[in-house]
């Protein structure tokens, strides 16, 4: 099967194919004349790198257990307590540590944004005293920095 038809069925593109291979994830083997030839092992392998890459692991997640992708093939899990299941669970295990940390610095963020979302708004004069520039959006108040305040107007 080549590239194109290879992608298709496993519902990636050709690019990402070349660039599992690039990376050192996917090994296919050549025709005579240099194309790469998919076969049931390649389909199976790349199926494997979607699927961990879907559960959140890096490219280089998966590069640095790609002597054991494997154990993931075939009935999907590696042996309890065998040498591929441990070092895939280190892996996981850091990655999970990842989503969390990024979890809670999103959730932060998200609070903070709703925050300043329910404080009320009050119009500014655009740096007109006593009026109010139609294109001036309005400022929340008790906000720091760029929330809050407006730099000084220059006027030529």
């Not at 069925?9 to 050549?30: C, H, I, M, N, Q």
């Not at 194309?35 to 998966?62: A, C, H, K, M, N």
């Amino acid at each position: 099967m080549r590239i194109g038809d290879a992608a298709a069925v496993t519902g990636t593109t050709p690019r990402a194919l070349r660039f599992y291979e690039e990376r050192g994830l996917l090994t296919v083997p050549r025709t005579p004349s240099g194309q790469r030839e998919y076969g049931p092992p390649e389909l199976g392998r790349i199926r494997t790198i979607r699927l961990l890459l879907s559960l959140g692991l890096t490219v280089e997640d998966v590069h640095s257990s790609a002597a054991r992708l494997d154990a993931f093939e075939g009935d999907g899990l590696p042996a309890h307590g065998g040498p591929a299941c441990d070092a895939s669970q280190g892996i996981a295990a850091a990655r999970l540590a990842a989503l969390d940390s990024e979890i809670a610095r999103l959730t932060v963020l998200r609070t903070r944004l709703a925050e300043a979302l329910a404080l009320p708004c009050r119009p500014t004069t655009g740096g007109v005293p006593g009026g109010r520039e139609a294109a001036d959006p309005p400022v929340r108040e008790g906000l720091p920095g760029a929330f809050g305040t407006r730099p000084p107007m220059l006027r030529p």
